[in-house]
């Protein structure tokens, strides 16, 4: 696959990356608050919550690649699997950085910092697919990263440790219960 080609992955993967996310903010509340649900989808306002919008599409989106064009690129996962990592952290870097400069959280920032989130994820995991040359050693600790990532997204809502991060800021209530 072409560098043009990989790029209009990575670039489709924003979109859904965007959309899917946007669904997924509304999902919990849309279901009746089914707690399977709260696995995807945003329970409440607090920052992990907003998290999870970004990971799980982002790693939906990464499976529907793997057979496209994944299995032939040998550093497919880790490419994925930093640009998945890179989206919460941007977002939560952006989030407590313009928050403490601005006072307070604005609605339009907080949606574009998602939408720059995925981007940024996308462009990041686009720049690793191109590189000639990767140390295969990277690639177990990769998986392991993807793995803790799944495992954290999955848990955290239904056993959220009492940290500003799982806050919910207008009811100061944690995860689903």
Same mark, same amino acid.
Request: hydrophobic share 55%; glycine share 8%.
């Given at each position: 696959?072409?560098?043009?080609?990989? $790029?209009?992955?990575? +670039?489709?993967? $924003?979109?859904?990356?965007?959309?899917?996310?946007?669904?997924?903010?509304?999902?919990?509340?849309?279901?009746?608050?089914?707690?399977?649900?709260?696995?995807?989808?945003?329970?409440?306002?607090?920052?992990?919550?907003?998290?999870?919008?970004? $990971?799980?599409?982002?790693?939906?989106?990464?499976? +529907?690649?793997?057979?496209?064009?994944?299995?032939?690129?040998?550093?497919?996962?880790?490419?994925?699997?930093?640009? +998945?990592?890179?989206?919460?952290?941007?977002?939560?870097?952006?989030?407590?950085?313009y928050t403490a400069l601005a006072g307070g959280h604005i609605l339009w920032a907080d949606i574009f910092l998602f939408m720059l989130a995925a981007f940024a994820?996308?462009?990041?995991? $686009?720049?690793?697919?191109?590189?000639?040359?990767?140390?295969?050693?990277?690639?177990?600790?990769?998986?392991?990263?993807?793995?803790?990532?799944?495992?954290?997204?999955?848990?955290?809502?239904?056993?959220?440790?009492?940290?500003?991060?799982?806050?919910?800021?207008?009811?100061?209530?944690?995860? +689903?219960?």
């Open positions: 696959m072409n560098r043009k080609q990989i $790029f209009a992955w990575e +670039i489709a993967g $924003f979109v859904f990356i965007s959309l899917s996310g946007s669904l997924l903010h509304f999902a919990f509340e849309f279901l009746g608050e089914w707690p399977p649900a709260a696995l995807i989808a945003a329970v409440n306002e607090s920052v992990w919550e907003h998290l999870k919008l970004a $990971f799980w599409p982002a790693l939906l989106y990464a499976l +529907i690649e793997w057979p496209f064009f994944g299995r032939r690129a040998k550093k497919f996962w880790v490419a994925k699997t930093v640009g +998945i990592f890179v989206m919460p952290a941007v977002i939560v870097s952006g989030f407590y950085g994820g996308q462009m990041v995991s $686009f720049g690793l697919l191109l590189r000639r040359t990767f140390p295969s050693s990277i690639k177990l600790p990769a998986l392991i990263l993807l793995a803790l990532m799944v495992a954290a997204f999955s848990l955290l809502t239904f056993f959220p440790p009492h940290s500003p991060l799982f806050c919910d800021p207008r009811t100061g209530q944690y995860g +689903i219960f």
